[in-house]
C-alpha cells in the first residue's frame, strides 16, 4: 500500500500543533497540509465548514494517481501513537473501504442518536475527525461530501452523519477505538495511562494509533504518558 496522511494547518500557532507534528514524526509519518491558510471563526457555528470538506476533495481528486490509502485528521488536537504498518493493519482488520473514528456523545444532532446502528461499545457515534479510505472508496465519497458542504449548511461532521445514517457510502465506525480514541466527555476515565506505557483502553483492550483531544478535551494528559 502507499498510503499518506493529510490534514491542515494555517500560519498562527495552535495549542497542541507541536505535539501533532512532533508525534507524527516520530512515527514515520509525513503529514501533508491541504490548506495552508488560517481560517476565521471563534467557535464552531462560525467556522468555514465547508473548506475542510473541498480541501479534502481536492486533495483526493489531485493525488488520486499518487496514493492508494487516504488518512484524514484534525491536527490541532490529534497526536499519534503508531506508525503505518499498525495503521493499515487495523483498517484492513476493520474490512470496510472507508472507516471513520467513533466517540460516545452524539454530536452535532443528539435526536440522531437513535438511528446509529445498536452497539454494545461505548463509543457507538461517528466522529470526523479521523477517517481513512482506499482510493475507490475516497474519490466518490468526498466529491458528494464537497458538493453538499458547498451549501454550507451543516459542518463536516454533521454531514457525515447523514451519509452514514443514509448508508449512501460504505462506512465503518472505529467503535472499540483500536485506531482512534477522542478524549471527549468522560473518556479519559476509561483510558488507562502509565509512564513508559503505551496509553489502553479500559473497556475494550485496545491500543489505539491516535488521541483526538476532540475540541476542549485535556490532550496534555495523554501527551504527558505516550511513550517517547
Not at 46 to 70: H, L
Not at 91 to 107: D, H, M, R, T
Request: proline letters at 7%; hydrophobic letters at 40%; charged letters at 20%.
Amino acid at each position: 500500500m502507499n498510503p499518506v496522511l493529510v490534514s491542515t494547518w494555517g500560519p498562527t500557532p495552535k495549542k497542541y500543533l507541536g505535539a501533532f507534528l512532533d508525534t507524527a514524526k516520530r512515527q514515520g509519518l509525513d503529514p501533508q497540509n491541504f490548506d495552508d491558510t488560517d481560517w476565521p471563526g471563534a467557535d464552531w457555528t462560525t467556522i468555514p465548514w465547508y473548506r475542510k470538506s473541498e480541501g479534502q476533495a481536492r486533495f483526493v481528486r489531485e493525488n488520486a494517481d499518487k496514493y492508494d490509502v487516504f488518512l484524514f485528521t484534525d491536527s490541532y488536537d490529534v497526536v499519534f501513537q503508531a506508525g503505518w504498518d499498525e495503521i493499515l493493519a487495523k483498517f484492513q482488520k476493520l474490512n470496510s473501504p472507508i472507516v471513520f473514528g467513533a466517540e460516545s456523545y452524539c454530536w452535532p444532532d443528539i435526536n440522531q442518536a437513535g438511528l446509529y446502528p445498536p452497539t454494545p461499545a461505548r463509543c457507538p457515534y461517528l466522529n470526523a475527525g479521523m477517517w481513512i479510505a482506499t482510493r475507490e472508496a475516497a474519490i466518490p465519497f468526498t466529491q458528494e461530501l464537497a458538493a453538499i458542504a458547498a451549501k454550507r449548511q451543516k459542518c463536516d461532521q454533521g454531514i457525515v452523519v447523514d451519509m452514514f445514517l443514509a448508508k449512501k457510502h460504505p462506512i465503518a465506525l472505529d467503535t472499540a477505538c483500536s485506531l482512534l480514541f477522542c478524549c471527549n466527555i468522560n473518556s479519559l476515565d476509561f483510558l488507562k495511562l502509565e509512564d513508559g506505557k503505551r496509553p489502553r483502553t479500559k473497556d475494550t483492550c485496545e491500543e489505539p494509533c491516535m488521541f483526538h483531544g476532540n475540541g476542549g478535551s485535556n490532550l496534555l494528559s495523554v501527551i504527558q504518558k505516550l511513550p517517547a
